[in-house]
Structures are given as structure tokens and as C-alpha cells.
């Protein structure tokens, strides 16, 4: 058979018994819890991030992964929740800022805490540190994983099997539930996704009362085994059977996402737990268990006595602290009248500096406005020996107009003139010309009549 996933971060039961958080001191119920916290805040985020199944599942099972390796004592849940959803989100393709992240666990908290709902500023030193201890977070999941964060879920093989064992539809949303919530497990770090998805559809067949075929067996058709499917039965069971998960604060270096000190305080106080009692087999059985449950009992009990002595020293510090800050002393009231004096004179000598400011600015502006007018004055001048020099080039100009017109007259004159002189020289040479021949026709016929006489 082909897979597709890479299979190499599988546990066995001895090496989860055996994780970092056990050799820090923390047993098995509060890892228990610890894990199902986490996963339920990246559940619950994914969902007002509006971020697909596929990516809050792959967040749980980072989750889940890098504390088989680091212990819950060195990192909070909380910041490796974020981190782990917000490392999903890249590799599953739907990216969110880590602004987005930071707001929504913000928010998920002072809900959780029944604390006033605060505004994050973005600017402010506590978001700056979130979001370097987002990223900072992220970097050790991607170092322990190897940059390896290939995840494969069981979601995908439950349609396949269903369809092929022919069952109704109603199983199918259930078993789809049925493996959302084996991811609040350690389900994902044991057993491979078609183990989990074969367990898964048996949980729910057997809830639906509906037969599936058992001769040969269906379970090896997708190769799985019935101790892997009886134990992947016996964990949801158990995990159906345990109350809502409650933060614990087993990490030293915790930071809440809110401001208010009342998360802290809220996380100082240990959460009461409840120690199993086994059936009564005999009469020294029984009196070995009390006596272990008394001793429990009282240990816890010491512990909460301490704790409240710690808690009545920590008020009775804070209100000492108060009354001495709000009971001045004498020299706190001498350096009172000081500092006021000092203020009243710094508001003086600061009124005058201001005052002695003003006056020279005016003194400047008023300098200013002559030597505007001044500038004003010569523009002027500049303008009017302009005038003057373009009304004396107009009248030269007119000068030279009238003496060529009177040039221009003369030579005219002197044409006509020599025009006129030359006619009537031709017309005294035609009057003499007709006066001639006039008298010589006339002393022509006087000597003809001569003549004939």
C-alpha cells in the first residue's frame, strides 16, 4: 500500500509516559489537561479567525507534537497554542497576521478570565512583546519538528471508508465529529490516520447500532488492526468522560495575553484534583487507600494554607505600600513647596522669555514692512527713469519722422518744378514754330498777288 504522508513522529505508550513534562514534576492528569486546553483554544480561535477544519486540525496536532519533545514547564500553553495555530495557517495556505492572532487570544482570555475586555494597543511594549514571543515560539516548533510539518488527518479517509462499507449518511457527520475531537488527544502522535479514521467509524457505527461486516473482518481491508481501533475507542471515551479543561499555570515564564494582574492571580491558585479511589478487595485494601487519601488530603490541605499565607502577605505588603504612599512626610512636603516655587518661577521667567520674544518678532516684522516700502520706493524711481528715458527715445524718434518728410518734400518740389519748366519750353517752341510758317504763308501770297498785278 502507498502513503503519501511522511510517518516519522510516532510515539509509543513508553515514550509518552516518559515525556519532558513527567521529568519536570508534572503527572498525568495536568499534562492531560494542559493538552486538551490547547486544543481547545485553537478550536476556538480558528473559528473567529474563520480559518478552514484543515488548519485548526493541523495547529492541534503541532501542538501535540512539540510537547512530546518540550516540557509545559518551559513553554506556556497559551503562546505555543497561538504559535502552533499561526504556524497552521502558512502551511495549510490560509495565512493570518499575527496581529489577528495576537487580538483573538487577547480577547479569548479575558473572556475565559471573566475580566473586562481591554483594548490592545498596537504600539504599545506588551503587544511588541507578544508578537516577538509569537514569532520567537514558532521558531523552536519549526527547530524540534525539523522543519518536517507535513500532517496527515484522518478526515480524509472517512468519506472513502463509509462509501465503501456502504453505511448510511448519518454516520458520516458523526464520525466527522468523532475525529475533530481525537485531536484533543494524543491519538495523532500514536496511531496513523487510517488506524484513528477505521476507530473513528466504529465509535460511531456502534453509537448508530449499525452492523458492519465481520467476516473477514472490514478492518483489514484498510489496514488497520482491532487493538488499535478497541484503544482509539477507549481514549475518546475517556476523554467524553472528563470535565472542561482548566488552565494550570506550571510555567515559570508565563505571559498572560491580557494587562490586568487578575489573570495572574487567577493562575496562582492550584486547581484542586481529584484522586481516583480503586474498588475495596479486602479490609487492608481499604485501609491502606484512606490512608493514602488522608495523607493526599492533607498535603493538599497544607498547600492551600501556604498559598493563603503567601496571598495575606501580598495584600498586607500592597496596603503598607499604599499607606505609606498616601501619608506624606514633612520633607516630602518642604520639597512640595520647592518644586512649586521652582515651577512659579520657571513660569515666570518663562512668561518673560515669551513676552521679550514677542518683541522682537515685532520689532523683525516692522523692519521687514520698511524695508518693503523702501524696495517699493526705488522699484518706483527704477520705473519713472524708465518713463523718462522711453518719452526722450519717442520724441528722437519723432525728430528723425520729421526731417525725412521734409527730405522726402523738398525732392518732390524739385521734380514738379523741373517738369513745369520743360513744358512750357515745348509749348514757346511750338507757338514760334506756328508763328513762322504763319508769316510766310502770308508773305507768300502777297508776292502772288504781286505777281498777277
Not at 500500500?1 to 519536570?24: G, H, V, W
Not at 492531560?32 to 478550536?43: F, K
Not at 512583546?129 to 500532517?151: N, P, Q, W, Y
Request: charged content about 35%.
Amino acid at each position: 500500500m502507498i502513503y503519501t504522508a511522511i510517518d516519522n513522529f510516532y510515539l509509543t505508550d513508553e515514550q509518552l509516559k516518559n515525556s519532558p513534562s513527567r521529568k519536570d514534576g508534572i503527572d498525568e492528569a495536568t499534562e492531560t489537561t494542559l493538552r486538551i486546553y490547547g486544543c481547545d483554544l485553537i478550536q476556538e480561535s480558528g473559528i473567529l479567525l474563520k480559518l478552514p477544519q484543515a488548519v485548526m486540525a493541523t495547529g492541534q496536532v503541532l501542538f501535540h507534537r512539540f510537547y512530546c519533545k518540550k516540557s509545559f514547564a518551559r513553554f506556556d500553553a497559551k503562546i505555543v497554542a497561538a504559535s502552533s495555530l499561526w504556524l497552521a495557517s502558512k502551511l495549510e495556505e490560509s495565512p493570518r497576521r499575527a496581529r489577528q492572532v495576537i487580538i483573538v487570544f487577547h480577547r479569548m482570555e479575558c473572556r475565559r478570565e471573566n475580566l473586562p475586555i481591554e483594548h490592545l494597543d498596537l504600539y504599545s511594549k506588551k503587544f511588541s512583546d507578544l508578537k516577538a514571543e509569537l514569532s520567537r515560539t514558532e521558531r523552536h516548533i519549526l527547530k524540534e519538528m525539523g522543519f518536517v510539518c507535513h500532517v496527515e488527518h484522518p478526515h480524509k479517509f472517512i468519506s472513502n471508508y463509509l462509501a465503501t462499507l456502504e453505511t448510511p449518511p448519518e454516520l458520516r457527520q458523526e464520525a466527522w465529529n468523532l475525529a475533530n475531537d481525537s485531536l484533543r488527544t494524543t491519538l495523532c502522535v500514536r496511531f496513523k490516520s487510517e488506524v484513528v479514521a477505521c476507530g473513528v467509524v466504529y465509535a460511531a457505527a456502534r453509537r448508530f447500532q449499525v452492523p458492519l461486516p465481520e467476516n473477514p473482518p472490514w478492518w483489514k481491508a484498510f489496514d488497520a488492526d482491532k487493538t488499535g481501533i478497541d484503544e482509539v475507542c477507549r481514549v475518546l471515551a475517556h476523554l467524553y468522560s472528563l470535565p472542561k479543561a482548566q488552565y494550570s499555570p506550571v510555567c515559570k515564564d508565563g505571559k498572560p495575553f491580557t494587562f490586568s494582574t487578575k489573570s495572574a492571580d487567577s493562575q496562582s491558585q492550584s486547581i484542586s484534583k481529584e484522586v481516583p479511589l480503586s474498588p475495596p478487595a479486602n479490609n487492608n485494601a481499604n485501609v491502606s487507600n484512606t490512608t493514602v487519601a488522608a495523607a493526599d488530603l492533607e498535603t493538599e490541605g497544607a498547600k492551600e494554607a501556604k498559598i493563603k499565607m503567601a496571598l495575606d502577605r501580598l495584600k498586607e505588603s500592597k496596603q503598607s505600600d499604599d499607606e505609606s504612599k498616601s501619608m506624606p512626610t514633612e520633607d516630602d512636603a518642604r520639597e512640595e513647596t520647592r518644586n512649586k516655587s521652582k515651577s512659579e518661577h520657571r513660569t515666570e521667567s518663562s512668561g518673560e522669555k515669551s513676552k521679550d520674544r514677542d518683541r522682537e518678532r515685532e520689532r523683525d516684522r516692522d523692519r521687514e514692512r520698511e524695508r518693503d516700502k523702501e524696495r517699493g520706493r526705488a522699484r518706483d524711481r527704477e520705473r519713472g527713469r524708465d518713463s523718462d528715458r522711453e518719452r526722450e527715445r519717442d520724441e528722437t524718434e519723432r525728430d528723425r519722422d520729421k526731417v525725412k518728410d521734409r527730405g522726402h518734400r523738398s525732392k518732390d518740389r524739385t521734380k514738379d518744378s523741373g517738369g513745369h519748366s520743360e513744358k512750357s519750353r515745348h509749348h514757346s517752341s511750338r507757338d514760334r514754330d506756328y508763328r513762322g510758317s504763319s508769316y510766310s504763308s502770308r508773305e507768300k501770297d502777297r508776292y502772288r498777288h504781286h505777281s498777277y498785278a
